[in-house]
Every structure is written in structure tokens, then in C-alpha cells.
């Protein structure tokens, strides 16, 4: 190659190393900052601002949906399978909303470490199935449940 | 110069009237392959392939929304490449390309968002939210917009390409943080579904009809960057003798002037 190609090409090379090394360490300090959500356990070990709006998410906990059956009222668990953590909501859930599924609420924890929630997102997971597999392997689970009781 | 020699077919190859004539000839190829593999894939994924058992109907727009945001981001790097080929060899011909493809991976990148905030409603309950993948998405559009700016930003053509070549280039850092921000971070956007290092966590019915709308857009990209790029040679290269030529031969009573 020509010198001053050469020469060129290695500008090129350390313009992109010199602003991935910039923008790499922004990320690195964003670090945590970055984060759209709180897990339970980050709030249970006191990360999280109390009297603040701030966002928490996990895994709605199975059987922890408690519906008021005169108003908008809700209350559920949601856990990262080390904490969980209690949200209160009055509002209409998204449809894809459910038990064991993921979700993340907005809102201010209370002095009694409740999620006082003002928003409901679902939040999906990566995993596509269609509905007569679905059901084949949810029965799968089952019967093996079952099995493993008996 | 003795090393010249070996650099001799990378730049005829660089020469924008080649570029014309060569992909003349395979223009009418890629458009059938492109219509080709889009309309299988649209129709196989929208209308044959199963529902999602969670999200119901509402998953098809993974159909457009994942091909569009692959080639958002494998176009940046296109873009990021010809501009660096043209910032060490200054080949015309490469920044014409840079130029071309901004405009394309600005219209996938809207794509992406814009299906994203359509698929959001239904399944998240709401059209945006300012996590790590989606904001750094909305970075990606404004690289794009921003080359494409400093293109008209100078009186001089030289100085446009060498001021979007670099922020194309700058720009690159940005696209493995896309690709593992929902990795790195904690956000609302789920991970991915496809992965290089292990299966597909979709059903093979959902898959393949998937895996071409990808190909198909694959196409339709190639497709696109040339006809741009094809624009953009006849443009600069307008006091050229061929483009003179090839002008009046294509204006009727041209040729008796």
C-alpha cells in the first residue's frame, strides 16, 4: 500500500478506537444510570429513592394478583427470584398483563416499601410460540409435575 | 509505485462508470429477486405462519420490524466503510456510495422505530419509552440524518464527504451498544430472538418465514444503494463524457444537436 494511504488508513483506524474508547467509557460510567427499571432486589437493598418516581420490574408472582372488586384497584408481586416487591395500581392493565409474566410499574414507594404505581407496562419476552405448542407443552409440564408429586 | 500494480483491479473497480454499466446489467436480476423473496416472505409470515400464543396477531410485525432494524444497523456499517475507503484511497465512487446509503438507513431506522411503537401499544401498553435500546435506536436515526446533512453542509463536494465520513465513522461505536444494549442493561425491549451463538428461541414455522423477510431485505437494501448510488454517479458525474453521451442518447432528437 502507498505511505500515505497507509497513513491514512491507521487516522482512520485511531479516529474509531479513540471514539469507541470515549463512548465506551461514557457507557461504562452511565453503568447503572442506564437502567430503565429497578429490580425488587435493588429496592430491597435500598437502591432505590424513596418519594421519587421511579420504575420498577420483574416476574409477577403466581397468585399474587388481587383484583378490588369494586373499583380499579390492584395489588401484585413482582420478584427477580431473590426479593419481592408489593405494587399498588388503580388502572386498566395491558392485555398481555398476567401472572408469571414480566411487567414494570412507575410510580413512588410508600413508607411501607409499596410501589405506588401510576403506569402498568407488560413487558414480553423473546420467545415465540404458537398456541397449539404452547398448550402441548404447558400439558407436558404438567403431567410431569404430576409425576414428580406422586 | 511498484506496489501500485497490485492495487490496479480495486481501482478500476472504483471507477463510478463501471459501477454504472455493471450493475445496469444486474438491476432487472435484483429487482425480481427482491419482489420475489419480499412477497413470500410477507405473505408466508402475515397470512400462513401461526399466531403467537401470548401476543396473538400482533407478533407479525416482527416480519418488518426485525429485517428493517438488521439492515438499519449492517447499513451503518456499510456506510461507515465506504466512507473510511473514501477518506484513504479518495475513490469518488465510494462517497457516492457513503452518500447513498445514508438516506436508505435513516427510511430502515424510521421503519424500525415507527413498527416498534405500533408493536408496543398492544403488548407493552405504550408506544415509547426512553430505554437503552430504543434511545440509542433514536441516536442511530439522528447519525444517519446528520451524514446526510454534512453532505449539503459545504460549498465544497470534498469537504462534505471528508466531514461524513468522519461522523460516519465516529458514528460506528454506536451500533454494538444497539445490538447489546438490552444485554448491558436493563430495559423494556426484550433480548434477542435471534442469536448468532445458539437457536432461535421461535418456532421453526415463525422462523423461517422470518429468516426471508431478512434475505428479502438483504435484497431490496442491495437494491435500493444502487439505484441511489446510480443517481448520485450520473449527478457529479454530469460533465462527464459518457453521462453526456448516455444523456443524449436517452433524449429523443438528442444526438442531432
Same mark, same amino acid.
Given at each position: 500500500? #502507498?505511505?500515505?494511504?497507509?497513513?491514512?488508513l491507521q487516522?482512520?483506524?485511531l479516529?474509531? @478506537?479513540?471514539a469507541?474508547?470515549?463512548?465506551?467509557?461514557?457507557?461504562?460510567? $452511565?453503568?447503572?444510570?442506564?437502567?430503565?427499571f429497578?429490580? !425488587?432486589?435493588?429496592?430491597?437493598?435500598?437502591?432505590?429513592?424513596?418519594?421519587? #418516581?421511579?420504575?420498577?420490574g420483574?416476574?409477577?408472582?403466581?397468585?399474587?394478583?388481587?383484583?378490588?372488586?369494586?373499583?380499579?384497584?390492584?395489588?401484585?408481586?413482582?420478584?427477580?427470584?431473590m426479593?419481592?416487591?408489593? /405494587?399498588?395500581y388503580?388502572?386498566i392493565?395491558?392485555?398481555?398483563?398476567?401472572?408469571g409474566e =414480566?411487567?414494570?410499574?412507575?410510580?413512588?414507594?410508600?413508607?411501607?416499601?409499596?410501589?405506588?404505581a401510576?403506569?402498568?407496562?407488560?413487558?414480553h419476552?423473546?420467545?415465540?410460540?404458537?398456541?397449539?405448542?404452547?398448550?402441548?407443552?404447558?400439558?407436558a409440564?404438567?403431567l410431569?409435575?404430576?409425576e414428580q408429586?406422586? | 509505485m511498484?506496489?501500485?500494480?497490485n492495487?490496479n +483491479?480495486?481501482?478500476?473497480?472504483?471507477?463510478?462508470r +463501471?459501477?454504472y454499466?455493471?450493475?445496469?446489467?444486474w438491476l432487472?436480476?435484483l429487482?425480481?429477486?427482491?419482489?420475489?423473496l419480499?412477497?413470500?416472505?410477507l405473505?408466508?409470515?402475515?397470512a400462513?405462519?401461526p399466531?403467537d400464543?401470548? &401476543?396473538?396477531?400482533?407478533?407479525? /410485525? /416482527?416480519?418488518? #420490524? @426485525?429485517?428493517?432494524?438488521?439492515?438499519?444497523l =449492517?447499513?451503518?456499517?456499510?456506510?461507515a466503510?465506504?466512507g473510511?475507503?473514501?477518506?484513504?484511497?479518495?475513490m469518488? $465512487?465510494?462517497?457516492m456510495?457513503?452518500?447513498s446509503?445514508?438516506?436508505i438507513g435513516?427510511?430502515?431506522t424510521?421503519?424500525?422505530?415507527?413498527?416498534?411503537?405500533?408493536?408496543?401499544k398492544?403488548?407493552?401498553?405504550?408506544?415509547? @419509552?426512553?430505554d437503552?435500546?430504543?434511545?440509542?435506536?433514536?441516536?442511530l436515526?439522528?447519525?444517519?440524518l446528520?451524514?446526510?446533512?454534512? &453532505?449539503?453542509?459545504? #460549498?465544497?463536494?470534498?469537504?462534505?464527504?471528508?466531514?461524513?465520513?468522519?461522523?460516519? $465513522?465516529?458514528?460506528?461505536?454506536?451500533? !454494538? /451498544?444497539?445490538?447489546?444494549?438490552?444485554?448491558?442493561?436493563?430495559?423494556?425491549? &426484550?433480548?434477542?430472538t435471534?442469536?448468532?451463538?445458539?437457536?432461535?428461541?421461535?418456532?421453526?414455522?415463525m422462523?423461517?418465514?422470518l429468516?426471508?423477510?431478512?434475505?428479502?431485505?438483504?435484497?431490496?437494501?442491495?437494491?435500493? $444503494?444502487?439505484?441511489?448510488?446510480?443517481?448520485e454517479?450520473l449527478?457529479?458525474?454530469?460533465?462527464?463524457?459518457?453521462v453526456?453521451?448516455?444523456?443524449l &442518447?436517452?433524449e429523443?432528437?438528442?444526438?442531432?444537436?
Amino acid at each position: 500500500m #502507498h505511505p500515505i494511504r497507509k497513513q491514512r488508513l491507521q487516522l482512520v483506524i485511531l479516529l474509531v @478506537v479513540a471514539a469507541s474508547a470515549i463512548v465506551g467509557l461514557m457507557a461504562y460510567m $452511565l453503568g447503572q444510570n442506564a437502567n430503565y427499571f429497578y429490580t !425488587p432486589s435493588q429496592i430491597a437493598a435500598g437502591e432505590a429513592p424513596l418519594a421519587v #418516581h421511579i420504575r420498577a420490574g420483574g416476574m409477577v408472582v403466581e397468585g399474587s394478583v388481587q383484583r378490588s372488586p369494586d373499583s380499579l384497584d390492584v395489588l401484585f408481586d413482582v420478584s427477580d427470584g431473590m426479593a419481592t416487591l408489593t /405494587i399498588h395500581y388503580a388502572g386498566i392493565l395491558p392485555d398481555l398483563f398476567d401472572e408469571g409474566e =414480566a411487567a414494570v410499574a412507575a410510580g413512588k414507594l410508600d413508607e411501607n416499601s409499596i410501589l405506588r404505581a401510576t403506569e402498568v407496562l407488560a413487558k414480553h419476552d423473546e420467545k415465540y410460540t404458537p398456541p397449539e405448542v404452547a398448550d402441548a407443552m404447558n400439558k407436558a409440564y404438567e403431567l410431569k409435575q404430576q409425576e414428580q408429586a406422586q | 509505485m511498484a506496489s501500485g500494480r497490485n492495487w490496479n +483491479w480495486f481501482h478500476r473497480m472504483g471507477s463510478p462508470r +463501471w459501477f454504472y454499466e455493471t450493475t445496469g446489467r444486474w438491476l432487472p436480476w435484483l429487482w425480481v429477486l427482491t419482489l420475489g423473496l419480499m412477497l413470500t416472505g410477507l405473505v408466508w409470515g402475515l397470512a400462513f405462519a401461526p399466531q403467537d400464543a401470548k &401476543q396473538g396477531n400482533s407478533f407479525r /410485525i /416482527i416480519y418488518l #420490524h @426485525v429485517p428493517a432494524s438488521f439492515l438499519a444497523l =449492517a447499513g451503518y456499517y456499510l456506510m461507515a466503510i465506504a466512507g473510511a475507503i473514501g477518506l484513504i484511497w479518495k475513490m469518488k $465512487l465510494s462517497y457516492m456510495v457513503m452518500k447513498s446509503a445514508a438516506p436508505i438507513g435513516a427510511a430502515l431506522t424510521f421503519i424500525a422505530l415507527f413498527t416498534g411503537a405500533v408493536w408496543g401499544k398492544p403488548t407493552w401498553g405504550t408506544y415509547w @419509552v426512553w430505554d437503552a435500546r430504543i434511545t440509542s435506536m433514536l441516536i442511530l436515526l439522528f447519525l444517519y440524518l446528520g451524514v446526510l446533512a454534512l &453532505q449539503y453542509a459545504f #460549498h465544497s463536494q470534498e469537504t462534505g464527504n471528508k466531514a461524513s465520513a468522519i461522523l460516519a $465513522l465516529v458514528g460506528t461505536v454506536n451500533i !454494538p /451498544i444497539i445490538y447489546k444494549s438490552v444485554d448491558w442493561w436493563y430495559t423494556l425491549h &426484550q433480548p434477542a430472538t435471534i442469536k448468532f451463538t445458539s437457536a432461535p428461541s421461535m418456532h421453526p414455522d415463525m422462523f423461517q418465514p422470518l429468516l426471508v423477510m431478512i434475505v428479502a431485505m438483504y435484497s431490496f437494501y442491495a437494491l435500493a $444503494l444502487i439505484l441511489h448510488t446510480r443517481v448520485e454517479i450520473l449527478r457529479r458525474e454530469r460533465k462527464a463524457s459518457w453521462v453526456r453521451e448516455l444523456a443524449l &442518447q436517452a433524449e429523443p432528437g438528442g444526438v442531432a444537436q
